[in-house]
């Protein structure tokens, strides 16, 4: 579970990318954003990480203490810490729990939105989801949808398999994680295939070959770590239920890619096969 958890805890570092379109200055402040992002995210994850462990292992020992702090069945570690050390402190960091629940909501409505905004945009969804709102252009229709999801995968699953919210999380998180990553590896094999594609002169080693060759190994083994089939229940199963998204993923291009608007789309990206017929009987697409 390391790994998705990790994942989980950085979620948020790409909203900038997502929202390019409302942003002034894009190019500068994307980049920056993301740094600054990835940064404070991940300095946040490894201090309270090391706080956690520190804790534990001066209360109850090094070995009883990390196995108690990362024990499934201790839901509210930190807050066990502070009753222990400080009760006083209980009440802040109960505050804490629920501000970044709220932030997390925020973020990952922000993000979906954006996306499936724009995927409606290009018609390779439903037009309403491509609504906005009239008075500040706020992509009503994509936030509702995503807000109607995030409640069902907090309700439902607790609802109808009476498990505990943070064991649904846990389960969520891993099953989660999949999807995103393996689009975080399309993207980074799709960079530099698009790059020689349409601007050859742009493409650099380091940051369009290098890192993203980094960025495969490392997601890669993101990825079958949380598909094995030898993982405890219902970590057996992630890997059907990754395979079952996948080839929706897959239907779903094929017949985007069908359309006469999606064979325009994929013809101005220089992605088009030379010999595919463009839109509406127009030409094929230069090689």
Same mark, same amino acid.
């Given at each position: 579970m390391?790994?998705?958890l990790?994942?989980?805890?950085?979620?948020?570092w790409d909203?900038?990318a997502?929202m390019a379109?409302?942003?002034?200055?894009?190019?500068?402040?994307v980049?920056v954003t993301?740094?600054?992002?990835v940064a +404070?995210?991940g300095?946040?994850y490894?201090?309270s990480t090391?706080a956690? =462990?520190?804790?534990y292992?001066?209360w109850q020992?090094?070995a009883?203490g990390t196995g108690?702090f990362?024990d499934?069945a201790?839901?509210?570690p930190f807050l066990?810490?502070?009753?222990? *050390?400080l009760?006083?402190?209980?009440?802040?960091l109960a505050?804490f729990g629920?501000?970044?629940?709220?932030?997390?909501?925020?973020?990952?409505?922000?993000a979906m939105?954006r996306?499936?905004?724009?995927?409606?945009r290009?018609g390779?969804l439903?037009?309403a989801?491509?609504?906005v709102s009239a008075?500040?252009a706020?992509?009503?229709?994509?936030?509702?949808l995503?807000?109607?999801?995030?409640?069902?995968?907090?309700?439902?699953?607790?609802?109808?398999?009476g498990?505990?919210p943070?064991t649904?999380s846990?389960?969520?998180a891993?099953?989660?994680? =999949?999807?995103?990553l393996?689009?975080l590896f399309?993207?980074l094999?799709?960079l530099?295939? *698009?790059l020689l594609?349409?601007?050859r002169?742009? +493409?650099?080693?380091?940051?369009? +070959?290098?890192?993203?060759?980094v960025?495969?190994?490392v997601i890669?083994?993101?990825?079958?770590g949380?598909?094995? $089939?030898?993982q405890?229940?219902?970590g057996?199963? *992630?890997?059907?239920w990754t395979g079952?998204? +996948?080839?929706?993923?897959l239907?779903a291009a094929v017949?985007?890619?069908?359309?006469?608007?999606g064979?325009r789309?994929l013809s101005?990206l220089?992605?088009?096969?030379p010999d595919?017929?463009?839109?509406?009987?127009a030409? $094929?697409?230069?090689?």
């Amino acid at each position: 579970m390391t790994f998705p958890l990790a994942v989980a805890g950085m979620v948020g570092w790409d909203n900038s990318a997502s929202m390019a379109a409302e942003i002034r200055r894009p190019r500068r402040v994307v980049p920056v954003t993301l740094a600054a992002a990835v940064a +404070l995210a991940g300095g946040v994850y490894a201090l309270s990480t090391w706080a956690g =462990v520190a804790g534990y292992a001066h209360w109850q020992g090094p070995a009883a203490g990390t196995g108690r702090f990362g024990d499934p069945a201790n839901s509210a570690p930190f807050l066990e810490l502070a009753d222990h *050390y400080l009760p006083l402190a209980r009440p802040v960091l109960a505050a804490f729990g629920a501000i970044s629940s709220v932030a997390c909501l925020i973020a990952a409505t922000t993000a979906m939105s954006r996306i499936t905004f724009t995927a409606a945009r290009a018609g390779m969804l439903p037009r309403a989801l491509g609504h906005v709102s009239a008075r500040r252009a706020v992509p009503t229709g994509a936030a509702v949808l995503w807000l109607v999801l995030i409640g069902a995968c907090v309700v439902l699953p607790t609802a109808l398999l009476g498990a505990a919210p943070t064991t649904v999380s846990a389960w969520e998180a891993g099953i989660g994680t =999949v999807p995103l990553l393996i689009s975080l590896f399309v993207g980074l094999v799709g960079l530099p295939v *698009y790059l020689l594609r349409t601007a050859r002169h742009t +493409l650099r080693p380091l940051p369009h +070959l290098v890192i993203p060759l980094v960025g495969l190994v490392v997601i890669g083994w993101g990825v079958w770590g949380n598909v094995r $089939p030898d993982q405890p229940a219902p970590g057996n199963l *992630y890997w059907l239920w990754t395979g079952l998204i +996948l080839l929706l993923a897959l239907a779903a291009a094929v017949r985007f890619t069908r359309r006469p608007a999606g064979r325009r789309d994929l013809s101005a990206l220089g992605l088009a096969r030379p010999d595919a017929p463009g839109p509406e009987g127009a030409p $094929p697409a230069a090689p």
